[in-house]
């Protein structure tokens, strides 16, 4: 657009009321396509287009932003059949308490009675640790598609004024139709990026109202518009316990029943010739460098023909394979929370923080004529990118987290993954066009 003639309209007029600018600009639309009554016969149709660009040109300068102030003030005035938008937090928000009470009522067997024994009922506490644990990453997950689906609403209405400004540009002759296309396919995409947060935003919502019981269809929506618009806040720091692998044992329930057949299995003298006969083994077969020919091989017939030794060797080994592994995991889900909270840190305190930074330069930028409308759309794309990375990392902390206290209280681990992990499936990320 002409920058000269919107700073010269500003210092003259200021502003025009905004109807009167959109009415005219609504018009340009079709003086640009058709020769007006008012002109002479005689006037060339390049004459006409010349004159109606300039018209709108004028009236789109007494708009600070331009175009774009034009096409977000219609878009309020008209409401158009499109995303919906996410469900907010309410007065009365779904929190995990809720889930877990309502899940309670269809789960008989997380019940403690009375009657239980020791074993029993350190099993039902791991069962129960499990059971919280889904309760949590369900309503996480809900909560973040929730917030993904958010942003990817933004990101389409951001493309949807490029698009619609690139179509005016075009009716105006000003832009040729292989970027009007590129802006296009960018609409599209964010188009189709929504679609598919919104199935997201879907499949986690039933994932949670299933962990509820039977919830009338009437209930869904109401369930729905009471989650929380976005997840919790970090803490201050990711906690940490000293005491952390002793709990992960002392609450798991096999760790007695594996005590206990290796302590029945056999004394500790017959596990000492054995041990012995092992390391010989060993060591002969490393002498012969056995890795590409025979396994180690126990010559003596009184400990191989022993099923008591060879029972009580195999029951203190699943024992002690048993606890390596548990202490493992600690370290595992103490090292995966305390990487999970460095990057949603990071991802929230330096990556937010210069996006804004940028995103304000753009803006400075723009408002000194060194930059264009399309500059600005994409800044818009980039912050939308950088808050959904932000919110995805903060799901992954979370998750990490009910991991970790439900390894600590007797549950399940399932293992970290990879921490390098980065977001997927970003609604914003795929929708940067060049220009």
Do not use: C
């Not at 997201?200 to 919830?215: F, H, P, S």
């Not at 890795?291 to 126990?298: E, M, Q, R, S």
Request: hydrophobic share 45%.
């Amino acid at each position: 657009m002409n920058h000269g003639h919107r700073s010269i309209a500003l210092r003259r007029h200021g502003r025009l009321r905004t109807a009167a600018a959109l009415a005219g600009l609504l018009a340009f639309g079709s003086l640009a396509a058709a020769p007006s009554l008012a002109q002479p016969a005689a006037e060339s149709e390049h004459a006409q287009a010349l004159k109606a660009w300039q018209r709108a040109n004028a009236l789109v300068a007494e708009f600070p932003r331009g175009h774009m102030d034009l096409l977000r003030w219609e878009a309020r005035q008209v409401p158009e059949p499109g995303p919906q938008g996410s469900h907010g937090a309410s007065t009365d928000p779904l929190q995990p308490a809720e889930v877990l009470r309502a899940s309670l009522r269809w789960r008989p067997e997380l019940l403690s009675r009375p009657d239980m024994g020791g074993v029993e009922r350190a099993r039902l506490r791991s069962q129960w640790a499990d059971h919280v644990r889904q309760v949590q990453a369900a309503w996480l997950e809900a909560v973040a598609a929730n917030e993904r689906h958010r942003y990817a609403t933004d990101v389409l209405e951001n493309a949807r004024v490029g698009a619609e400004l690139a179509q005016r540009m075009v009716q105006a002759g000003n832009w040729s139709e292989a970027r009007l296309l590129r802006e296009q396919l960018t609409e599209t995409r964010a188009r189709q990026a929504w679609l598919s947060s919104g199935l997201a935003q879907r499949v986690r919502l039933e994932a949670l109202v299933r962990l509820m019981g039977d919830v009338e269809d009437s209930q869904v929506d109401a369930l729905a518009a009471r989650l929380p618009g976005q997840l919790p806040p970090l803490p201050d720091q990711a906690p940490t316990d000293p005491g952390a692998p002793a709990l992960a044992l002392d609450h798991w329930p096999p760790l007695d029943t594996l005590r206990a057949s290796a302590r029945r299995a056999g004394t500790a003298t017959d596990l000492a010739a054995w041990d012995q006969a092992v390391d010989d083994a060993v060591r002969a077969a490393a002498a012969a460098d056995a890795a590409a020919g025979d396994p180690p091989f126990v010559a003596d017939r009184r400990l191989t023909g022993s099923e008591r030794i060879e029972h009580a060797a195999q029951a203190r080994a699943a024992l002690q394979l048993a606890i390596g592994a548990r202490r493992s995991q600690t370290r595992e889900a103490q090292a995966a929370l305390t990487s999970r909270y460095a990057l949603a840190r990071l991802a929230q305190d330096e990556l937010l923080a210069r996006q804004g930074a940028a995103e304000q330069d753009t803006l400075r930028r723009y408002n000194g004529m060194l930059l264009s409308t399309w500059d600005l759309l994409a800044s818009a794309r980039e912050r939308l990118a950088a808050l959904d990375e932000a919110a995805q990392a903060r799901l992954r902390y979370w998750l990490a987290e009910a991991d970790w206290r439900s390894l600590l209280a007797g549950g399940r681990y399932a293992g970290a993954g990879d921490a390098s992990e980065t977001p997927g499936g970003n609604p914003a990320a795929d929708n940067e066009g060049g220009h």
